[in-house]
Every structure is written in C-alpha cells, then in structure tokens.
C-alpha cells in the first residue's frame, strides 16, 4: 500500500466547493498542533481564504466582467496557497493518516474505490457564548469531504421530530447555531458527505438553549 498523503492541487474542484474545502483547511490548520510552523502563516492564509469568498459572492451577485476577473485572479491566488499548505502538511505528517485528516484537506485515493463516508460519532452540543447559541462539534469523519445537519424542537403528532433545512458544514470542532429560542429543547443530528454520497444520520443529540 503506498504512503498516504494529501491532495497538492484543487484546480478542478468548482469555485463554491473550493471556498467551502479552503474554510475547513484555515479552520483545521489553526491551533493544529501537528503542523505548528506552516510556510503561510494562518492570518494570511485565512486571509487569502476570506478575499476568494469575498471576491466569489460578489461575482456570483454582479456577474460583472471586472467582477468575474477578480473573482478568478483570488482563486489563483489560493490555489498556490493550499498546495504550499498541503506540500507542508504531506511532509510532516510522513504518511500518518490522522494527521492528514486532521489539516482539513482531502486525502488521495488510495488504489481501491473510494466509498460513501460513515455516519459521525461522538456529536456533542453545548452552550454558546450569548444567549439562544449552541455550539455543534463531531468527530471528524475519514474522507468526508463536508458534512450536514439538521434541527428539530417540536414533534408531529405520533411523536417523531420534526426536522428544519439541511444545513452544511466543513468544521466538525464547532459550528455555531444561532437564533434559538431560549429555555427550549433542540436536537441536531449530523451526516456526512463526500463524492460516493451522504452517510446515514447521526443519533439525535439534544440541549436546552440558555
């Protein structure tokens, strides 16, 4: 089996895919103890993340050519940043599995087919800074490239949950959920998803909102 490794380039990956997978890499890199000294330090790299989605939303809002320009010469930009970051994350991590995945970046194949990621464990919610926040946090999930969530606080008439939106997430440390309801019971189950599709839920976690 050869050594695993991550991804160096992400030239083929679609402008919100990338911003969303660049997100998770500043997010998973910051405070990462495995990968304490990277060639891009993470202000400027977070920074670089922000002016692609900067530059993306506004091209996506005007569509304008000057827009579109800047939108592309930003993704230039990251690009060459996330395959410096990688480059370094490859070589500290010298194979560890756990280490890559824990930079947020996208481990490569190895020879057999890649399959559907498995269900999230451990799913915790806790109180958040301010009032009617909580705070969702999961193990990270081998080769999921995103994950998704879901909330309920009231349920139909034989007692099952009714479930909000899907929403989505690349950060399984903490994602903050906020504009609840103070003094009501939530639930959250989480999925995770990558190119062979979504895994099944989560078990049901809950929490009353301060």
């Given at each position: 089996?050869?050594?695993?490794?991550?991804?160096?380039?992400?030239?083929?990956?679609?402008?919100?895919?990338?911003?969303?997978l660049?997100?998770?890499?500043?997010?998973?890199?910051?405070?990462n103890?495995?990968?304490?000294?990277p060639?891009?330090a993470?202000?400027?790299?977070?920074?670089?993340?922000?002016?692609?989605?900067?530059?993306?939303?506004?091209?996506?809002?005007?569509g304008?050519?000057?827009?579109?320009?800047?939108?592309?010469?930003?993704?230039?930009?990251?690009?060459?940043?996330?395959?410096?970051?990688?480059?370094y994350?490859?070589t500290?991590?010298?194979?560890?599995?756990n280490?890559?995945?824990?930079?947020?970046?996208?481990?490569?194949e190895?020879?057999?087919?890649?399959?559907?990621p498995?269900?999230?464990?451990?799913?915790?919610?806790?109180?958040?800074?301010?009032?009617?926040e909580?705070?969702?946090?999961?193990?990270?999930?081998?080769?999921?490239?995103?994950?998704?969530?879901?909330i309920?606080h009231?349920?139909?008439?034989?007692?099952?949950?009714?479930?909000?939106?899907?929403?989505?997430?690349?950060?399984?440390?903490?994602?903050?959920?906020?504009?609840?309801?103070?003094?009501?019971?939530?639930?959250?189950?989480?999925?995770?998803?990558?190119?062979?599709?979504?895994?099944?839920?989560?078990?049901?976690?809950?929490?009353?909102?301060?």
């Open positions: 089996m050869r050594q695993e490794k991550v991804y160096l380039s992400y030239h083929k990956w679609s402008d919100t895919a990338l911003a969303n660049a997100g998770r890499t500043a997010s998973f890199l910051d405070g103890a495995n990968f304490p000294t060639p891009i993470l202000a400027a790299y977070q920074a670089t993340v922000d002016d692609f989605r900067t530059a993306l939303q506004r091209a996506t809002d005007n304008g050519k000057l827009e579109r320009t800047a939108k592309d010469n930003a993704r230039k930009a990251l690009l060459e940043a996330m395959k410096q970051q990688a480059f994350v490859n500290v991590s010298a194979g560890d599995a280490k890559l995945v824990s930079s947020g970046f996208i481990l490569t190895q020879p057999q087919a890649l399959k559907r498995f269900s999230p464990l451990l799913v915790r919610l806790k109180d958040g800074d301010v009032s009617g909580l705070l969702l946090s999961f193990d990270a999930v081998y080769h999921a490239w995103e994950y998704e969530y879901a309920a009231q349920r139909d008439g034989a007692g099952e949950l009714l479930w909000g939106e899907v929403r989505s997430t690349t950060n399984s440390r903490v994602t903050p959920i906020v504009g609840l309801e103070e003094g009501t019971i939530y639930y959250v189950r989480v999925r995770s998803r990558n190119g062979k599709g979504v895994s099944d839920w989560s078990n049901a976690v809950s929490r009353r909102v301060r």
